[in-house]
């Protein structure tokens, strides 16, 4: 059994130091350089879909291969459960339910989107948070397909690994359920720093919400749903809204 624990605590640190902890790491790097410029945050800015390349069929291909990067990320999560004898179903990942799972997904992004965006707004406006363009991608006919396939791979990446995989193995390690809940949480927000405090803030709530739910639920689907249906909104509606209305930064 303290073998057994040993390997966890292995792999869980390898997992993260390839994967969202090392996010975190450079998000908190990003906040301090960013803190460190002569310009509040409010007065700079951060994109999070951005060109990856001069030529639009390459940029394609780079675009995919970043949602393809975050699918595996996710992947990588969920197999070493499988192979550790966890079935994917006691996770929420079987389709006994998509109604139900699909209405509770509109509901979870309902309550995380309405509020997550005043926050993001307060915050902006009292100067904790670097205004974020979640898009800044040239218009080409592949660029809402990427968003919406973008949107779908950082909430598979996020939700397997920070809530399905990190909350299964604390609890193999003995910890508390708040705990672990916690813990899922704070490494949440950490590789949102990148935006600010505003942006660390709200994904340690938005990750409080989601953990509980999953705790309560065991239904994973739920909450990659509902965090794909929120970035879409987020990626998809910034390349529409941009200019036209004046609330947005």
Avoid: C
């Avoid at 460190?36 to 780079?62: E, K, M, T």
């Avoid at 902006?124 to 990427?146: C, I, K, M």
């Amino acid at each position: 059994m303290l073998q057994e624990r040993r390997a966890i605590r292995v792999e869980l640190l390898l997992v993260f130091a390839i994967t969202l902890g090392m996010s975190g790491a450079r998000s908190l790097v990003r906040l301090v350089d960013s803190l460190l410029q002569p310009v509040p945050l409010n007065q700079q800015s951060v994109a999070i879909n951005v060109p990856q390349a001069r030529f639009d069929l390459l940029d394609l291909i780079a675009q995919l291969l970043s949602v393809a990067q975050l699918a595996a990320w996710g992947g990588l999560g969920l197999y070493l459960l499988w192979t550790g004898g966890i079935a994917l179903k006691s996770l929420g990942l079987d389709r006994t339910r998509p109604l139900k799972d699909a209405l509770g997904s509109l509901g979870l992004a309902a309550v995380i989107g309405i509020p997550g965006l005043g926050l993001y707004l307060l915050m902006y406006h009292l100067g904790f948070n670097l205004a974020v363009q979640p898009s800044t991608l040239d218009e080409s006919w592949w660029r809402s397909a990427v968003l919406v396939l973008s949107a779908a791979g950082n909430a598979w990446a996020e939700e397997t690994l920070v809530v399905g995989y990190l909350i299964t193995r604390l609890g193999q390690q003995g910890w508390r359920p708040n705990a672990a809940l916690l813990a899922s949480a704070v490494l949440r927000g950490s590789y949102h720093l990148y935006q600010g405090f505003g942006g660390f803030l709200g994904n340690v709530v938005m990750g409080l919400v989601f953990g509980k739910v999953w705790q309560r639920t065991n239904r994973l689907w739920v909450l990659i749903a509902a965090h794909t249906l929120l970035d879409v909104v987020a990626f998809v509606g910034y390349t529409v809204l941009r200019g036209l209305v004046s609330w947005l930064p």
